[in-house]
């Protein structure tokens, strides 16, 4: 069972990644929640905490999902299966694109909260694929791991600006020729 804080954090989230921060306000936090807003404050003294809560509890939902997605393949497997992952997900009916992306739009201002929360995301990230490339024993692990974390941001703004028919193959494509070339 959830805690009032996990309730309140996991309510905010799914708004703020549907409806986006700005637009999100705190009596509907609390409504959706099922709280009162002094109780939402007892656990969040500002929106900008729940924010910063919201950021962190996706953080750990998509590391989670995203390495158990790309774990079951074969080591050799593992970079090609995180485009696969990004593939998938921008597939999924409530994908609304990146919150760390959307937070970073949203909270342009480099040294905003939310904009640091998604900077340290996507530099976790980029460690991870590096991880990849190194156990799949690619050449220059570190160039193709960041050639792939373009490949797969690029995915996730043209799927979530222009929608996601035409950008699948293509994407499929372009990780064969880079991981062929590697």
């Not at 509890?57 to 299966?81: C, D, N, T, Y």
């Not at 994908?95 to 937070?103: H, P, Q």
Request: hydrophobic share 50%.
């Amino acid at each position: 069972m959830m805690t009032t804080a996990e309730k309140i954090t996991h309510s905010a989230l799914q708004l703020f990644y549907r409806q986006g921060f700005h637009a999100t306000g705190v009596a509907q936090l609390s409504q959706a929640a099922g709280v009162t807003k002094k109780t939402l404050y007892s656990y969040f003294a500002s929106k900008d905490l729940l924010v910063a809560a919201a950021l962190q509890l996706r953080h750990e939902q998509f590391s989670l999902r995203m390495q158990v997605s790309v774990e079951a393949q074969a080591v050799h497997l593992r970079p090609l299966a995180y485009i696969e992952f990004i593939i998938n997900w921008v597939q999924q009916a409530d994908f609304y694109g990146c919150a760390f992306i959307n937070a970073a739009a949203e909270y342009a201002e480099l040294n905003a909260s939310p904009h640091l929360l998604a900077k340290t995301h996507k530099q976790n990230l980029t460690s991870y694929l590096a991880e990849l490339c190194r156990a799949a024993h690619l050449n220059q692990a570190d160039l193709v791991a960041g050639q792939l974390f373009l490949l797969g941001e690029g995915l996730i703004v043209a799927c979530q600006v222009n929608g996601v028919a035409e950008h699948l193959l293509q994407a499929t494509r372009a990780t064969a020729l880079l991981l062929v070339a590697k």
